[in-house]
């Protein structure tokens, strides 16, 4: 039996000829990640261990995104600790407050990960890079120290679910509702430890940035991760943005899938999802005005240049509504710059919204945009849990940033196509 195009790269770091779905594999790492959160504690397993120092000091990435610029003493002091660290183990991949960024957009855009790669972070939404055809995935603090000492990490080798996306989506459709409509069809738990992996001819018609969303969005179906194969739009980028050379792997014809799932890309709806879940997806055509009092347009899921374009789109020559919080916030510094020199801060700071540092801030309720009971936000971010984004009595509907923009402007969960 074939393998599929996850099962490939995990072979290949492990050294064996072929694996299949279950067995236990020990794969050599390309690139380790931790954030501001979870690098603190592996940093105190990683002492506990007696080494001397990581395992490479080039392959592993620290981020302090989540807290960052410190909102509080706590997280000074979190962030303290990752950055003696870094300093000591002289990290090479060191990224704060000035050339800082939110994790799974800085990687990327650094260069760091490239197609082939087996990447992990101890953060969830490490899954983004398969969008280059990489295999990642979140882990544990536990597993990240012992990774960063040896370079090394066991999986159980995922089985796929096999997307076969078909035709091209109806602007203004984009990746965010296409990854929600998914998990709105298969469930949170729907491809539990399962690789998601996407293939058929609709991928042409998504960016890079549509599949960066949607790879990043994978766990919240429940999946180990999420892998797009790799075209001329993947390695335009990869040849853009770093010097190491992609791997390419491809699925064969005979793989073994526990399910295939066909989705006509031109059927998809624009789709939100009510709190709070991710899968509590309804076509924003069947919303019924659901009144709202802050927008958050960012995220590692939606802080790229594309997504600030087209919020941008809806905002220009329009006001958000009067009592509405409108904050955006882009996932780099490159991509902050980017959007600044295209004009788009004019159009938002006119429209009435503010533009923030680049910072995970809101989306785990960290800073930067707290709910209080009773709130609700439409937010551009990949989780609308109980408490998320603040309070435990307040609410988060997850849009793509065409709906979060929109909203804005009317003060209600609302289609871009239906503004005057």
Known sequence: MGMTMTQKI?????????????????????????????????????????????????????????????????????CKIVRDFAGEQEITNYFEVGEMGIEHALLPEKGLVVSGDVVIGADSHTCTYGALGAFSTGVGSTDLAAAMATGMVWFK???????????????????????????????????LYRSMEFT??????????????????????GAKNGIFPVDDVVLDY?????????????????????????VDLAEVPLTVAYPHLPD???????????????????SCTNGHITDLRQAAEVFKNRKIKKGIRAIIIPATQKIYLQAMHEGLFDIFVG????????????????????????????ATTNRNFVGRMGHPESEVYLASPYVAAASAVTGFITSPEDLD
Do not use: W
């Open 238 to 262: 990869v040849k853009e943005h770093s010097s190491k050379a992609p791997n390419v792997y491809e699925a064969d014809a005979d793989a073994e899938y526990d399910r295939v799932i066909e």
């Open 10 to 78: 995990l072979a290949d770091h492990a050294g064996m000829d072929s694996v299949s779905a279950g067995e236990f594999v020990n794969c050599k790492l390309d690139l380790v990640l931790g954030n501001d959160v979870t690098s603190p504690m592996a940093i105190s397993e990683f002492n506990k261990m007696g080494v001397k120092g990581v395992f490479d000091k080039d392959k592993i990435a620290i981020v302090p995104d989540h807290f960052t610029p410190n909102k509080d003493i706590k997280a000074a002091e979190q």
């Open 157 to 191: 080798v995922p089985s796929a679910i096999k997307f076969v996306l078909k035709g091209k989506p109806v602007k203004p459709v984009t990746g965010k509702d296409i990854i929600l409509h998914i998990i709105g069809m298969i469930g949170v738990d729907g491809a």
């Open 351 to 378: 429209a009435g919204c503010i533009v923030s540092t680049p910072t995970c801030g809101p989306c785990l309720g960290g800073h930067m945009g707290i709910l209080a009971a009773g709130e609700r936000a439409v």
């Open 280 to 298: 509590n997806t309804r076509p924003v055509s069947e919303a019924g005005g659901v009144s709202i009092d802050q927008v958050v347009i960012g």
């Open 200 to 221: 058929g001819d609709g991928i042409a018609s998504l960016s890079i940035d549509d599949r960066f969303t949607m790879a990043n969005m994978a766990i919240e179906a």
